[in-house]
């Protein structure tokens, strides 16, 4: 790792451009490292015309794109952790680049623990803002204020099963919802057919294949806050096709961490965390667009009240798929792999709803009967090591789902105020905790 900072102590944003492509919005990148290595991801908005964007203009639009590529540059920084991060692309004021900052080292924290990185060192990371851009560029940051608008709600789907009951509860309160999927996976396909989605917006996102060659040989790797990615792409698309509300599904349980590694918490799931969700709606509102309301409708609720909630839903029970093992094509086609972490949570999560047999139907077997298994259940309940790095629930209500009784029942009646939910969603929400 030192090598690679010493050989290469530069990461260069350079460029970003889009263009309408028939029915699409088209974005690229342009990264690079230099002297050796430039990048070119690209990212397909779909069913945009050149109407929406004639009526956003070219300011708002190349002020989101450029904030854009400041998100997806984490997973080529990444590559060599270069000490200097140059921004040609755009401008940064100080607390725009303070920003950034604090979310690579809290949302990078993953990668820095199993890679053995100091972050804490002097002079650690610099973010440097220059724009030497040759083409016309508006410098000023454009944010949408005047923009259609209009009460609907788009709701980011992953698969799991915590953006299906938000989908749910929503829709069944009469809110006019859509759905926002980002290289949808089949099991995602499945819950839109399911959920009756009217209007979905799609994106295909294309990572750069030099990423994945360097990664095999033996350039750095490690976990980025794709959260973020989603709250920053979800944001924009929201402007462009007219959406009010940002619904996510990102739960209490995400706001606990999984280890201490130089006197810090490293949390897996930041980019999901309260935290976070405070710190971007603050940004958007400032630097993106001011009417937009970003927040997730779960969060006063532990992974457990979701999983009872999910329960009332078996019309997804043999659609939904939350295995990252899964979703990366690693399972073999089944949509648990039966081996992970996720997949023994979500089994413990559910298990004490569904009973054995409706539970034992979805995973295909009954992981409580693996003994393989083992290890991994007592890094969930706290009793090895740490609690795995995956997007799994809090270590007291592992125990609880477990062991049942007074421990559950506490968790199942409680309810968090550190939410930024609109009244009338929270007494939606509420209603549906008994």
């Not at 755009?90 to 053995?116: A, C, S, T, V």
């Not at 969060?299 to 839903?313: C, G, M, N, T």
Request: hydrophobic share 40%; proline share 4%; with cysteine.
């Amino acid at each position: 790792m030192v090598n690679l900072r010493r050989k290469y102590p530069r990461f260069v944003y350079r460029d970003f451009s889009w263009k309408i492509q028939g029915q699409n919005l088209v974005i690229f990148f342009d990264f690079r490292i230099p002297p050796d290595f430039q990048f070119s991801p690209k990212i397909v908005i779909e069913n945009v015309s050149r109407k929406m964007v004639h009526r956003l203009g070219q300011g708002i639009i190349d002020n989101f794109v450029f904030n854009l590529g400041l998100i997806e540059m984490f997973s080529y920084w990444k590559l060599v952790c270069a000490p200097e991060i140059i921004v040609e692309a755009g401008d940064l004021n100080k607390e725009q680049i303070r920003w950034w900052q604090d979310l690579l080292i809290k949302g990078m924290g993953q990668y820095f623990f199993e890679n053995k990185i100091n972050f804490r060192q002097k002079d650690f990371l610099k973010i440097t803002s220059r724009v030497i851009k040759t083409k016309q560029y508006q410098k000023a940051t454009i944010v949408a204020k005047q923009y259609r608008i209009e009460s609907r709600f788009l709701v980011p789907l992953g698969g799991g099963k915590d953006s299906i009951v938000t989908l749910e509860l929503l829709k069944g309160a009469g809110k006019e919802t859509s759905c926002f999927c980002l290289n949808p996976s089949e099991a995602v396909k499945e819950i839109t057919k399911i959920g009756n989605c009217q209007e979905s917006i799609i994106v295909r996102r294309q990572i750069d294949p030099l990423l994945l060659k360097l990664n095999q040989q033996g350039f750095l790797n490690g976990h980025t806050p794709f959260s973020a990615l989603l709250a920053f792409l979800s944001s924009f698309c929201a402007v462009l096709f007219g959406y009010k509300y940002i619904a996510f599904s990102n739960e209490r349980s995400a706001n606990e961490g999984n280890v201490n590694y130089l006197g810090r918490e490293i949390n897996h799931q930041y980019s999901k965390s309260f935290e976070f969700e405070q710190k971007f709606r603050r940004y958007c509102v400032k630097y993106l667009a001011s009417e937009l309301e970003y927040f997730s409708f779960l969060r006063p609720l532990y992974e457990l009240q979701i999983a009872k909630l999910f329960s009332q839903y078996p019309k997804y029970f043999n659609a939904f798929s939350s295995c990252n093992r899964y979703q990366a094509g690693k399972s073999n086609g089944k949509k648990w792999c039966g081996q992970c972490p996720k997949c023994l949570f979500v089994f413990v999560s559910l298990y004490p709803f569904l009973g054995e047999k409706r539970t034992t139907e979805i995973f295909s077997k009954n992981l409580f009967s693996d003994k393989k298994l083992l290890p991994i259940m007592q890094q969930l309940t706290g009793e090895r090591g740490f609690k795995p790095f995956e997007c799994v629930g809090t270590v007291k209500e592992t125990k609880a789902a477990l062991t049942r009784g007074r421990r559950m029942e506490k968790i199942m009646r409680s309810w968090s105020n550190r939410h930024n939910l609109p009244l009338s969603l929270t007494k939606i929400l509420k209603g549906h905790i008994r």
